[in-house]
């Protein structure tokens, strides 16, 4: 009954309103910005690929905690997690292969939404006793919001929802089931033994704070993402004459839904948007705001500088990492097994490529969850800094106790799942309820204080892409409550 009414209620939240609220506004910030991930691939990749293979650069700002390849590493690292694997091949278990079409329309439109909200996160980012900036939806809300009058009382109603919403989040306890879930079929080891084992290894990633994180992401990222699309390629290249029939059962089902076969009982129309939709904003996280929050901590002189950046995590994630899982999904065939989640994409793997395929997968999964967790504590500890206050004598035990039982609450759910026998996809569902409410009310931000965001690309493109005239007088971001640096 329970699992019947987390289900109803996720089909209510994750419904039309909410993927149109989404899709609304990224169409909008993409026409508006002049399909500016379309216009400046060359400007996008220079100030992303291009640096990450310049070694010694200087850093455009000496305040910060991360440097910006640290934060993409961190930020991508948290987004490229079990969502590409598990995520994908749940979308296409129950929206068909139609569902991978909303994804990649997510995907494209979400570029735009996330280097808005990381323009906003570093441009109203505060900081703290010592200088170190940090910011995100919370400090954008207030600020942004608050500062006009008559809506400092919708900025507070705002903030509160999404900081209920986001406190809430089942995100590391699905990283959590999955990674355990995959190593304890794979090598027959005990689901919950694992999952202590994960928990451990977490507590290693998050024990030195944001800046360890920060060097640590830093070579496991980018190893991680390669890994996993060389082995994604060798299978898709290996199977080559069924790209184009995939491809073809992807633009058919989006429209149309797919009809029934084998364990596949078939999606609608509506399912099929709402799969798609859902498992791409859970995967890159256009729209909720939480990348923004590690972003707004890196050694940037410009936000949309950092933003850009925005526009690359979401293209690796979702228009590359996302699209060669759902690839090899629908190219095995045991997409219509009825099997789901990380089982699904074990057994397409391990269907190509045999045993090693399903160790590669395993490997994969548990570097994507390690960094996901990870990535995941830095976001929680920027929202609870702004939840403590900078000010407060007890901020630092807060957060070395917040530090010990932040991975406990998910283990907790992970050994009642695999006690009461409840599949994967019931944590899956429980992630989709508490990740909608916070979605909502960023995006809806997003819109809010979209001229603003339009106000710094201008400045950003007169500055750096020599499009337009310098002003002077405009304020390019602050850097704590009393003071504002002006260009």
């Known amino acids: 009954m329970l699992m019947n009414i987390v289900e109803t209620l996720v089909g209510w939240l994750w419904g039309m309103p909410l993927i149109v609220t989404i899709l609304g506004v990224g169409v909008y910030l993409t026409i508006a910005t002049g ?45 490229v997690g079990v969502g590409n694997v598990a995520g994908v091949a749940t979308a296409i278990a129950v929206g068909g292969p139609g569902a991978v079409f909303w994804m990649w329309v997510s995907g494209i439109v979400g570029q735009v939404i996330k280097m808005a909200e990381i323009a906003l996160a570093v441009h109203y980012r505060e900081g703290d006793e010592k200088g170190d900036p940090y910011g995100g939806p919370t400090y954008y809300i207030k600020k942004g919001i608050g500062e006009e009058k008559n809506m400092k009382k919708l900025a507070k109603v705002f903030n509160f929802l999404f900081i209920i919403g ?3 989040s089942f995100f590391i306890a699905m990283d959590n089931y999955t990674v355990s879930e995959a190593i304890s079929s794979t090598f027959n080891i005990n689901q919950i033994a694992v999952s202590v084992v ?22 496991v990222v980018p190893f991680m993402c390669l890994f996993y699309i060389l082995s994604g390629l060798f299978v898709i290249f290996k199977n080559i004459s069924l790209v184009p029939e995939t491809f073809k059962a992807i633009f058919y089902g989006a429209f149309n839904g797919t009809a029934a076969l084998g364990g596949f009982t078939g999606a609608a129309f509506a399912q099929v948007i709402q799969t798609g939709m859902s498992r791409a904003v859970f995967s890159n996280e256009a729209g909720w705001g939480t990348s923004a929050m590690i972003h707004s901590t890196s050694k940037t002189d410009h936000p949309v500088r950092q933003g850009v950046m925005g526009i690359f995590e979401v293209f690796i994630d979702t228009i590359i990492i996302c699209s060669i899982t759902a690839l090899v999904v629908i190219i095995s065939g045991q997409w219509t097994t009825g099997e789901s989640g990380a089982a699904l994409a074990l057994s397409a793997f391990s269907t190509e490529i045999g045993s090693v395929g399903r160790l590669i997968l395993t490997a994969g999964i548990f570097l994507f969850g390690i960094t996901t967790s990870s990535g995941l504590y830095a976001q929680l500890e920027i929202v609870l800094r702004y939840i403590v206050g900078n000010e407060s004598k007890n901020k630092d035990r807060i957060l070395k106790a917040y530090k010990w039982l932040y991975p406990l609450p998910p283990f907790l759910l992970v050994v009642y799942s695999v006690l009461k026998g409840y599949p994967g996809t019931s944590v899956w569902l429980f992630a989709d309820l508490t990740t909608a409410l916070p979605i909502f009310i960023n995006v809806i931000t997003l819109l809010i204080l979209s001229p603003k965001f339009f106000a710094l690309l201008k400045d950003y493109k007169a500055k750096y892409m020599n499009k337009g005239n310098v002003d002077p007088n405009f304020k390019v971001y602050y850097h704590d409550n009393s003071k504002e640096k002006v260009s």
């Open 35 to 79: 399909f500016f991930q379309f216009t400046n691939i060359k400007h996008i990749y220079r100030e992303t690929l291009g640096k990450m293979f310049k070694k010694g650069e200087k850093e455009a700002s000496e305040e910060g905690v991360l440097t910006p390849f640290e934060a993409i590493s961190v930020a991508v690292g948290t987004t």
């Open 198 to 219: 994960y928990v451990i290894i977490l507590y290693i990633f998050i024990g030195g704070g944001i800046p360890s994180l920060g060097k640590i992401a830093n070579k």
């Open 166 to 168: 986001f406190s809430l």
